[in-house]
């Protein structure tokens, strides 16, 4: 018989996390623990701003499945009786680790991956602000080599400019997190493209894509918000370079890595992504992380204190993370 625990947490931010669309001052997570035969299986979902889900509404999704987790709901069975969300990401990522705990074996290993997980190197967030602002915090972490900036607004080109001039060796991806209209890519994006950026992330909102059918970018783009799950795929072919993998959209790591395997095989590049959280979080990121190109699991960075134990990052390079943790 197992036992499930479900705990509401708030972790505070360093200073507040801006986007296009909101500000956040804390991480808002909800932990899962399945405890079966003297082993314990962790996962933790981050709200994700995409279901509009606050953390009791997360808790009482998973509280209504609490009789079958506990009479041993498998991976499989839960993709059909809770829908995708950070709920599902927390109980799918505990049955792993769950798994892991009472085989011996790592995720890793599990899922089939060719060896043992190996460090990756994330980008560092830069919140959106005045291009002053994002210089300045460019400058202060001229250490990291990849940096995303948060954009969406008017003038981003110079926000863009203010942190180039900044930190003239770093690598640059810019998420505009639905923010822009058809004009302002037309505008911005020749721009951003001789200032060096890499990558643009979901310049539209969701369903409004088509408009980038015929548009020849000078920039790879790559679909966040509108890249949820497998079905989400079809219809961004022609329109994105890449896709934006994040746990608590796909609803937990099973869905992505069937998302990632269908991905690669209609040609998308691979990005991970994660919403502000724990250690706790950002590890089951890492097996995709291995498939992928882009890789945003720096969470924890953006937190006055991380869960413990935690991965290690060792500036932007991060660790796999040890069994005590998770996987």
């Given at each position: 018989m197992r036992r499930l625990t479900v705990t509401s947490e708030q972790w505070p931010l360093h200073e507040p996390f801006v986007i296009s669309r909101l500000t956040q001052l804390h991480g808002e997570v909800v932990v899962v623990e399945i405890?079966?035969?003297?082993?314990i299986g962790r996962g933790e979902g981050e709200r994700a701003d995409s279901?509009?889900?606050?953390?009791?509404?997360?808790?009482?999704?998973?509280?209504?499945?609490?009789?079958?987790?506990?009479?041993?709901?498998?991976?499989?069975?839960?993709?059909?009786?809770?829908?995708?969300?950070?709920?599902?990401?927390?109980?799918?990522?505990?049955?792993?680790?769950?798994?892991?705990?009472?085989?011996?074996?790592?995720?890793?290993?599990?899922?089939?991956?060719?060896?043992?997980?190996?460090?990756?190197?994330?980008?560092?967030?830069?919140?959106?602000?005045?291009?002053?602002?994002?210089?300045?915090d460019a400058k202060a972490n001229i250490h990291r080599p990849v940096l995303k900036l948060k954009i969406g607004r008017d003038g981003d080109p110079e926000r863009v400019a203010a942190v180039r001039e900044a930190s003239p060796d770093a690598r640059i991806s810019v998420d505009a997190n639905t923010?822009?209209?058809?004009?302002?890519?037309?505008?911005?994006?020749?721009?951003?493209?001789?200032?060096?950026?890499?990558?643009?992330?979901?310049?539209?909102?969701?369903?409004?894509?088509?408009?980038?059918?015929?548009?020849?970018?000078?920039?790879?783009?790559?679909?966040?918000?509108?890249?949820?799950?497998?079905?989400?795929?079809?219809?961004?072919?022609?329109?994105?370079?890449?896709?934006?993998?994040?746990?608590?959209?796909?609803?937990?790591?099973?869905?992505?890595?069937?998302?990632?395997?269908?991905?690669?095989?209609?040609?998308f590049g691979i990005m991970i992504g994660c919403n502000v959280g724990t250690s706790l979080a950002m590890a089951p990121g890492m097996i995709i992380a291995q498939l992928a190109s882009f890789v945003d699991l720096d969470g924890p960075l953006l937190l006055s204190e991380d869960r413990k134990p935690g991965l290690t990052y060792n500036g932007s390079q991060i660790l796999p993370p040890l069994p005590a943790l998770w996987g």
């Open positions: 405890e079966q035969d003297g082993k279901f509009f889900k606050g953390r009791a509404a997360v808790v009482d999704e998973i509280e209504s499945i609490r009789d079958k987790i506990e009479a041993g709901l498998d991976r499989d069975e839960l993709q059909n009786v809770l829908a995708a969300g950070p709920g599902r990401s927390a109980i799918d990522c505990a049955l792993w680790d769950l798994e892991a705990k009472m085989t011996g074996t790592p995720v890793s290993e599990l899922v089939g991956l060719d060896g043992p997980m190996k460090p990756v190197t994330t980008v560092f967030t830069i919140s959106l602000d005045t291009p002053e602002k994002m210089g300045a923010g822009w209209s058809e004009a302002q890519l037309i505008d911005y994006m020749p721009k951003l493209a001789a200032l060096g950026v890499e990558l643009v992330e979901q310049p539209f909102l969701p369903g409004e894509d088509a408009m980038l059918e015929n548009y020849e970018s000078p920039i790879p783009l790559a679909a966040d918000e509108s890249c949820l799950d497998r079905d989400s795929l079809e219809w961004l072919v022609g329109k994105y370079e890449f896709v934006n993998i994040k746990l608590d959209k796909t609803g937990g790591l099973t869905e992505a890595l069937a998302l990632a395997g269908h991905a690669k095989s209609l040609g």
